[in-house]
T-cell receptor, first 113, second 114 residues
Framework: RKEVEQDPGPFNVPEGATVAFNCTYSNSASQSFFWYRQDCRKEPKLLMSVYSSGNEDGRFTAQLNRASQYISLLIRDSKLSDSATYLCVVNLVSSGSARQLTFGSGTQLTVLP | EPEVTQTPSHQVTQMGQEVILRCVPISNHLYFYWYRQILGQKVEFLVSFYNNEISEKSEIFDDQFSVERPDGSNFTLKIRSTKLEDSAMYFC????????????FGPGTRLTVT
């Protein structure tokens, strides 16, 4: 079983649409959760951290369900500039303190005019 | 806004050659990382570095790889004898000592081994 699993898409949506991405993780002891976005051939950029209480940043809302080991990202009123690959990222517990990130394969989003 | 920087942006090398990839992490960050991403695949952890020593490393980070912080600003990844399968984007990342463990990535070095 993959450590972090995402629907690869692609998701093709019109401007203004609401789109939701889901992610599951296998290690129940995982402690920190993030959504990163990655544009083609660029570095991953932190979009938002994800907390159990849910958090919102403008048009973006992230949710975490620890019982189901499930993370979601909702994008409202999508813009052309939202077109990217969205990476679900988990910080797995390890013996060291450095806490490397474990990435999902990403979900590709294309927002169409 | 402070950024992680990496040089070179693109490195072409022949199989068997040594390469050194360079990174300058954000100045007040204490944890440093190397990740790689083979074209079309997911980002994979290679190694983490803290307090001037390797903290953790993955199975990918074998004896051909080494890391160093030669001075107060640079963080390097050396591949001793490159193989074709080392062709990938190599990303450096860094973070502070906070509870959220958010990491910030450099723009990457594209390594092409011919």
């Amino acid at each position: 079983r993959k450590e972090v699993e995402q629907d690869p898409g692609p998701f093709n949506v019109p401007e203004g649409a609401t789109v939701a991405f889901n992610c599951t993780y296998s290690n129940s002891a995982s402690q920190s959760f993030f959504w990163y976005r990655q544009d083609c051939r660029k570095e991953p950029k932190l979009l938002m951290s994800v907390y159990s209480s849910g958090n919102e940043d403008g048009r973006f809302t992230a949710q975490l369900n620890r019982a189901s080991q499930y993370i979601s990202l909702l994008i409202r009123d999508s813009k052309l500039s939202d077109s990217a690959t969205y990476l679900c990222v988990v910080n797995l517990v390890s013996s060291g303190s450095a806490r490397q990130l474990t990435f999902g394969s990403g979900t590709q989003l294309t927002v169409l005019p | 806004e402070p950024e992680v920087t990496q040089t070179p942006s693109h490195q072409v090398t022949q199989m068997g050659q040594e390469v050194i990839l360079r990174c300058v992490p954000i100045s007040n960050h204490l944890y440093f990382y190397w990740y790689r991403q083979i074209l079309g695949q997911k980002v994979e952890f290679l190694v983490s570095f803290y307090n001037n020593e390797i903290s953790e490393k993955s199975e990918i980070f074998d004896d051909q790889f080494s890391v160093e912080r030669p001075d107060g600003s640079n963080f390097t990844l050396k591949i001793r004898s490159t193989k074709l399968e080392d062709s990938a984007m190599y990303f450096c990342a860094s973070r502070t000592e906070t509870s959220d463990y958010e990491q910030y990535f450099g723009p990457g070095t594209r390594l092409t081994v011919t």
